[in-house]
């Protein structure tokens, strides 16, 4: 390869790492590091060493030793000192990965690329990742001293720091650690995740009684603080595979939810310890079961599934029916519903024409002006409009079929039926 000084790369590293050090007193790191691709099983360093004991008699002024770098002003030197601040900095938290980042002062920018356009090297690898490997090389060592361990993992660390160069600071950030679960909510009246009040916004005021909140608890909230206190984390949040309206009970095995706990200092806790816990604190309104530690992709995963589900319903008539009429208006309901979307969260979600599906439906009068219905349908069908109608916006719907109008008074979800149900 020919670079763009004309100086034919390819042929002779020794006669590369004598140009570079003619150029000025360089470390080994950052000597070594313009030989990264060379070669396997030595540390930058090590090939750095060895050139400069090659080249160093093809050097016209010898190799000059005791200046500082001028590529890295020995930053290399700081590299112990670093790796043990990050230590100090994660000394509470509990921790099986980590990874070092490293953001270079422009200083180091600049005489990197000017490093890097005088003598352009095919076998160059950025100076960041010398430093950061010697960071990670440092923090195992230190760790080991103290009996303890972790590995590198590039794509999801428990815990990551970044090395300012410039500012001399050592960040951590620690990963949030998830957990699954299923929760039933035995009672109706309670959000699934926190509201904030409808007439302050969440401030607090004399509606919410300073609470800031339009329901005094949730089901987040009877759940995650047990959690957070188990890990010790700084906050955290339940993402749950869909969720019922506030006066729906959810019974049936209970709906799929994933916690992630911010910022924990334990990452392996005892799941049945906090079922307890959470089942003394919810006090029969919250339970939770098959909690299990997870993988943060589960967080989408779950906010995105579409289960079928199974509901029963109290609804209630305008006017008397016959059973045989309720039955047949039932019977037509099956297949496909166009819905729009409903008017109470026409608000919130945008105003489309969805396509759903009812599986199964039966139902029985309890009172000519009653009855008990169950529907299974798919994902995403708003039950309460099937059966309302919600000025037509869904079609059919059992108030339209009936030609007598019908109100869902009470509603609980029997089943969510995702895959693992
Ligand atoms: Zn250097
Ligand atoms: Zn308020």
Redo the contacts with the bound molecule.
Sequence with gaps: MVCADGYNAGVDPVNYAARVLSAGP??D??LGQQFARLGHGLTGRDRGRLLRGQASHRVPYGVRGGLP?W??G???DRVENWAARALEAVDAYAFGTFLFGVRLSPRLEATQEHLSRTFPSPWAEPIRREINRCLGRAFEKLLARQGRSATVDFTRPDVRFTVDLEQETVELQVASVCFTGRYRKLVRGIPQTHWPCRTCGGRGCETCKGSGKQYPESVEELIVPTLVNACRGSGGHLHGAGREDVDARMLGRGRPFVVEILEPKRRTIDLSEVADAVHRAAEGRVEVAEMAPAHPETIEHIKNASADKRYRMRVNFERPVAEDALSRALAELLGQIQQRTPTRVRHRRADLVRERTVHTATGELLSPKAAEIEVHCGGGLYVKELISGDDEATQPNLSALLGVHARVTELDVLEVLDSTA
């Design positions: 360089i470390c790191h950052c770098c590529v890295c020995n930053t290399f």
